[in-house]
């Protein structure tokens, strides 16, 4: 653990204090905890075919366990043709054999419980993919016949119905709606998909749909998960008559955020799925969990952490706010504020399976790359050394908070996005359905270097990686990392283990307000003050026990003097230590 006093310079004090959000002694060990996901595609080969599996994750769980994670999300690993990276469902209850069986699911869940460790699975209920036994039956069917009202099927408008039956846009690209052939071959009805045209949107006005993903739920939590992450969960109910809409294909508007009038987000029946969801859940005990991936702005997305509801909702106003003082701020204030009123605790997340790498878009200073585009070799290039410096300050920064965190595979080794990806082996549909004018989300989905004198760098000793990695992926191997007391992998374990001993998850925050300027933010979370400098200068800290800081991580080490470099994030023990040990 790095440790270092600091000579005060300063009266030994925070000055005045706002204070936003006291202690949570709730019960419910996801209120605070720090979720690991794990995308299976790319965390692990061990049968070298070039994907990654689920043995692959069950050899490897102990290294999760050492970073001091308390759980593990695993993006989709059910059958599928993976038209969508496993996203395009067509068996919910059985895994996909790219990634292994159910019997080693089996082995890695016991694995996970034998190192302590909880594991949330994906649930996928917007869509299933064309190839789902329901949907094969859908199009033997005939319009208007219960296989086809499992979905959403439309007449086309205009002559023979020749024009998609409204203007709705998908999310990767192109229209929403594509048309089926008739069991007679003729031109027939079309089908509704928010995503890609392999992935027809379920009909949630139909209680057979319930019923399905009620026995779904039940098949999972019957093999011990802690919980769901619950996919697009603001898409499944679409405004009645599927009104046209002249907006963006996500439903966003100016904030990034669904406007409240979107016929296809976040209507207000949603919300009876979700209660019927957790009074299943709830027969299994209080520890199963619900988290909704809602991209909704704040205020909405506390109706989804309603104490009847979901327990958690992914909180991507966060995940948006960059690195910009005055909108973290605001996001931070509101989110304790707003899902505090409700009793929810907030969750924070810097990156996922679905945006650039935060250690590559803090590489940029200015305008940085659009969610989801990704980045290739034609875009501006991000400064490496400086995104990686700056990730380390923000994920110091967001560690130290109240609540849940979300990391994202890889993080923890400072990665960046693939850059250098040729276009025959970019995967996202995304870059297929947009003529590669949207290079799409392979970029943050490169498999992971384990070893960095082995094969794939110790993802796999089989065929090439799915998605090519980088030769600087060898330089931040997890085992060179896990030697180094200054490598980004060495900075996590040291912030977790202090988050832990500390119970910052549990803990409360108060702005600091002198050190909160228009280019420095500081919170006091119980004894500990939390101060991140993005001035171009050093900052003085001030007095206290330096518990960890960011430029540990030795990419650019601003000595131990006293000063935050900056790009540079320090907890700062300004109180007696509390902590347990
Ligand atoms: C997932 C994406 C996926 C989409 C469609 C999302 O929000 O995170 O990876 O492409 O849902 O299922």
């Known amino acids: 653990m790095s440790v270092e006093t600091v000579t005060p310079t300063t009266a030994p004090h925070t000055g005045p204090l706002t204070l936003i959000h006291s202690e949570d002694s709730q019960p419910g060990w996801w209120r605070s905890a720090v979720i690991y996901q794990v995308y299976p595609r790319s965390f692990r080969d061990l049968n070298g075919d070039g994907v990654g599996d689920i043995p692959g994750i069950t050899e490897e769980l102990p290294h999760l366990a050492e970073l001091g994670v308390d759980a593990v999300w695993l993006s989709p690993f059910y059958r599928s043709p993976q038209r969508d990276a496993g996203y395009d469902v067509s068996?919910?209850?059985?895994?996909?054999?790219?990634?292994?069986?159910?019997?080693?699911?089996?082995?890695?869940?016991a694995e996970s419980h034998r190192l302590g460790l909880r594991v949330i699975v994906d649930l996928v209920p917007n869509h299933c993919s064309d190839q789902h036994v329901l949907f094969q039956a859908a199009l033997?069917?005939?319009?208007?016949?219960?296989?086809?009202e499992m979905f959403i099927f439309r007449d086309g408008e205009g002559p023979e119905g020749h024009q998609p039956p409204n203007n709705w846009q998908s999310h990767f690209g192109g229209p929403a709606w594509t048309r089926v052939t008739g069991p007679d071959g003729q031109p027939d009805?079309?089908?509704?998909?928010?995503?890609?045209?392999?992935?027809?949107?379920?009909?949630?006005?139909n209680p057979a749909v319930?019923?399905?993903?009620?026995?779904?739920?039940?098949?999972?939590?019957?093999?011990?998960?802690?919980?769901?992450?619950?996919?697009?969960?603001?898409?499944l109910v679409k405004a009645p008559g599927l009104p046209a809409w002249g907006g963006r294909a996500d439903g966003g508007s100016s904030d990034g955020f669904p406007g409240h009038e979107a016929p296809m987000f976040g209507q207000p029946a949603i919300h009876d799925i979700y209660r019927a969801w957790r009074r299943i859940l709830d027969l299994y005990g209080p520890d199963r969990i619900l988290c909704a991936e809602a991209s909704v702005d704040l205020p909405r997305l506390a109706h989804w952490v309603r104490s009847d509801e979901m327990h958690q909702a992914f909180n991507f106003p966060y995940l948006h706010a960059g690195l910009d003082v005055n909108r973290l701020r605001t996001v931070i204030t509101d989110s304790l504020t707003v899902l505090g009123a409700v009793g929810a605790p907030s969750t924070w997340v810097l990156s996922n399976h679905?945006?650039?790498?935060?250690?590559?878009r803090f590489g940029y200073n200015g305008q940085g790359p659009r969610d989801g585009d990704g980045i290739g070799l034609a875009d501006p290039q991000p400064d490496t050394a400086l995104g990686r410096h700056r990730a380390a300050a923000a994920s110091l920064f967001m560690l130290g908070l109240p609540g849940a965190a979300y990391l994202?595979?890889?993080?923890?080794?400072?990665?960046?996005?693939?850059?250098?990806?040729?276009?025959?082996?970019?995967?996202?549909?995304?870059?297929a359905r947009t003529g590669g004018q949207r290079l799409g989300r392979d970029g943050c989905r490169v498999p992971l270097p384990w070893r960095a004198d082995e094969p794939h760098f110790g993802f796999g000793s089989g065929n090439d990686p799915w998605l090519p990695m980088p030769s600087s992926f060898a330089g931040l191997a997890r085992d060179l990392q896990a030697g180094l007391p200054s490598s980004h992998l060495s900075l996590y374990?040291?912030?977790?283990?202090?988050?832990?001993?500390?119970?910052?998850?549990?803990?409360s925050l108060a702005w600091a307000e002198?050190?909160?300027?228009?280019?420095?933010l500081a919170y006091v979370n119980g004894t500990t003050l939390v101060l991140m400098n993005l001035n171009h200068e050093p900052l003085e800290m001030p007095a206290g026990q330096v518990l960890v800081r960011s430029a540990s991580s030795g990419l650019e080490s601003s000595g131990w003097d006293g000063l935050l470099a900056s790009g540079e994030t320090a907890w700062i023990r300004i109180g007696p230590d509390t902590s347990a040990n």
């Open 408 to 431: 994202y595979q890889g993080e923890e080794l400072g990665l960046p996005d693939g850059i250098d990806i040729p276009e025959h082996q970019r995967q996202d549909p995304t870059f």
């Open 354 to 360: 679905d945006v650039v790498r935060h250690a590559t």
């Open 210 to 235: 319930h019923i399905e993903f009620e026995r779904i739920l039940r098949f999972w939590l019957d093999r011990g998960v802690s919980g769901f992450r619950v996919d697009v969960a603001h898409a």
């Open 91 to 109: 068996d919910y209850c059985d895994v996909d054999p790219l990634f292994g069986t159910l019997g080693d699911f089996d082995v890695m869940m």
């Open 514 to 520: 002198d050190w909160c300027t228009g280019s420095s």
């Open 140 to 148: 033997a069917a005939p319009a208007g016949s219960p296989e086809r």
């Open 493 to 507: 374990r040291n912030m977790l283990e202090i988050r832990r001993g500390l119970d910052l998850g549990r803990g």
């Open 189 to 205: 009805q079309w089908y509704l998909h928010l995503f890609d045209s392999s992935q027809p949107d379920f009909n949630w006005d």
